[in-house]
């Protein structure tokens, strides 16, 4: 357990925090967990603010104005430690967050006083954000050096962490350490697809995105692959699939190294002969949900904002170098206090298509951090500026 250092403000809801830390290498100086459901009694519902996409107009201009109206920047205090939560996109992704609207964002936070700070965790994956070097490289590669310092959330290996209590599927999830440290977060997300969560959104940038590759394989794990040897027929489809390399081919049949999957599911979908199979799609989604509670429990009330760019939506996320064109024309940028209220404001334009087209049900997510108690409303009223 951690103590708040003297002369630490007290926080509005100190009576209903509870801090809890144990780094599994440096513990945070400072981490606050806050019993969300608290909040949500004293909390109204979010609105969700929108600009519509008009390349015609001047985007950075209108966002401006759109983070005005929603008080994306009220979240950041003189002094504070900003985490701009962002997603890079797989080297060579070139459907990622524009780092001009990322820039412009780190230039309103020094204006309010804060030092903002762009940060994402190591993937659990082989690639070009498997570790902080490469990540730091690819983030250079897509455009944004200009915007803030790069300081990787979960240390150099993905092995700065603090585990934290959370709710839901999981029981306890480890949150990156630099994002548990940080005093304030801008949660800057590209929605598009993403093949087991059906959608990406905010809520996926906080499980995922906010957690160390322990963490990230714990909400993997949740699915349960199977594994079924009898069925197979010895195709090696699912070899090729594997990009963890984690399937042979022994006296022809699958032989699995169960301790690399990271149970995405690309096997069982080459699979042919139903030798494979998700044992609980649903799990992903769900875990997503209880690893984001984690993760904002270690903020204070008011202290995480959301913006979210619905522009180049793709079936398949940011983790892909080629993600495919396009599935839906471009809509808009909304922001909101909710992660909650403002996926579910960009899902219900999107969601049905992404759903269908990746066979697993984006609004799971969404209900399942409501779920806990959480403030936002699955059917926001949406503002359009
Ligand atoms: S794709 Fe299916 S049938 Fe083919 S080798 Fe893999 S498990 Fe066996
Ligand atoms: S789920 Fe299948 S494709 Fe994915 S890592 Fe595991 S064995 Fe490989």
């Not at 820039?103 to 570790?131: M, W």
Request: aromatic fraction near 6%; proline fraction near 5%; charge should be positive.
């Amino acid at each position: 357990m951690l103590n708040l250092p003297a002369g630490e403000p007290s926080h509005p809801l100190a009576p209903s925090l509870m801090r809890h830390a144990t780094g599994r290498h440096r513990t945070p100086s400072r981490v606050i967990f806050l019993s969300l459901d608290m909040v949500a009694d004293t909390m109204p519902m979010s609105d969700v603010q929108f600009v519509k996409w008009e390349p015609s107009k001047l985007m950075t201009a209108r966002c401006m104005k759109l983070y005005k109206a929603a008080g994306t920047f009220d979240v950041v205090a003189k002094g504070d430690l900003v985490a701009i939560k962002l997603h890079v996109g797989e080297y060579g992704n070139t459907t990622h967050l524009n780092p001009v609207f990322v820039k412009e964002i780190c230039e309103a936070v020094r204006q309010k006083g804060g030092k903002p700070f762009l940060t994402d965790s190591s993937t659990l994956y082989p690639g070009a954000r498997h570790n902080a070097y490469d990540h730091y490289i690819t983030a250079m590669a897509h455009g944004f050096g200009d915007c803030a310092p790069w300081i990787p959330g979960d240390g150099l290996k993905g092995e700065h962490g603090v585990i934290v209590p959370t709710k839901g599927i999981l029981k306890e999830i480890e949150v990156a350490g630099a994002i548990a440290e940080a005093d304030a977060m801008i949660v800057a997300t590209h929605v598009k697809g993403h093949a087991n969560a059906g959608a990406g959104g905010a809520i996926k940038n906080l499980g995922m995105g906010c957690t160390t590759p322990a963490g990230k394989k714990a909400q993997h794990e949740a699915i349960c692959m199977e594994f079924r040897v009898e069925k197979c027929k010895g195709c090696g489809k699912c070899v090729e699939a594997c990009f963890m390399h984690c399937i042979r081919l022994v006296e022809g049949r699958m032989l699995v190294d169960k301790g690399k999957c990271m149970s995405c599911g690309f096997c069982a979908a080459a699979c042919k002969n139903d030798a494979i199979r998700q044992g609980d799609k649903d799990a992903l989604p769900r875990a997503l949900a209880s690893a984001a509670y984690g993760v904002l429990s270690t903020f204070g009330k008011d202290k995480v904002s959301y913006v979210s760019f619905a522009n180049n939506i793709t079936q398949k996320c940011d983790c892909m170098a080629s993600p495919g064109a396009p599935v839906h024309p471009d809509i808009g940028v909304f922001a909101s206090d909710s992660a909650v209220s403002i996926d579910a404001a960009a899902f219900n334009i999107i969601g049905e298509q992404l759903t269908k087209m990746n066979h697993s049900d984006c609004f799971l997510q969404v209900k399942e951090l409501r779920s806990f108690g959480y403030p936002g409303d699955l059917k926001p009223k949406v503002i359009e500026l």
